[in-house]
């Protein structure tokens, strides 16, 4: 699996589709996911863990691309709902990165591999 990482509006889809084409997966706003998993009162951890399992079980997790924003820099947000978001998106990009076989961070559309 690939992660794909940056700030909000970086060109991070636009450098997945650019840089993996033929064969690939791209799911672009993973971070989305999670919110809407929070929102339903699911375990956006668990839901990551389980992505990967299937992903590995079906044979195509090396094409995998996950595109993530980076939520955690900035203000603390006072709503506690948005606080728990931010940190379990951090969480779940940090377990993704941990299971990645590479991770790209993406800055005015430039994408540099940290892992």
């Given at each position: 699996?690939?992660l794909?990482?940056?700030g909000?509006?970086?060109?991070k889809?636009?450098?997945?589709?650019?840089?993996?084409?033929?064969?690939?997966?791209i799911?672009?706003?993973?971070h989305?996911?999670?919110?809407?998993?929070?929102?339903?009162?699911?375990?956006?951890?668990?839901?990551?863990?389980?992505l990967?399992?299937?992903?590995v079980?079906?044979?195509?997790?090396?094409?995998?691309?996950?595109?993530?924003?980076?939520?955690?820099?900035g203000?603390v947000?006072?709503?506690?709902f948005?606080?728990?978001?931010?940190?379990?998106?951090?969480?779940?990009n940090?377990?993704?990165a941990?299971?990645?076989?590479?991770?790209?961070?993406?800055t005015?559309?430039?994408?540099?591999?940290i892992?």
């Amino acid at each position: 699996m690939i992660l794909i990482i940056g700030g909000a509006y970086q060109g991070k889809f636009e450098y997945a589709k650019a840089n993996f084409k033929e064969g690939h997966q791209i799911i672009n706003n993973f971070h989305k996911y999670v919110r809407k998993t929070m929102q339903q009162g699911g375990d956006p951890e668990l839901e990551a863990k389980q992505l990967m399992n299937k992903a590995v079980l079906a044979g195509n997790a090396d094409k995998l691309v996950l595109v993530s924003d980076e939520v955690g820099s900035g203000i603390v947000p006072i709503d506690a709902f948005e606080r728990e978001f931010r940190e379990k998106n951090g969480r779940v990009n940090c377990y993704l990165a941990s299971q990645a076989e590479q991770v790209i961070r993406v800055t005015a559309g430039i994408g540099t591999r940290i892992k």
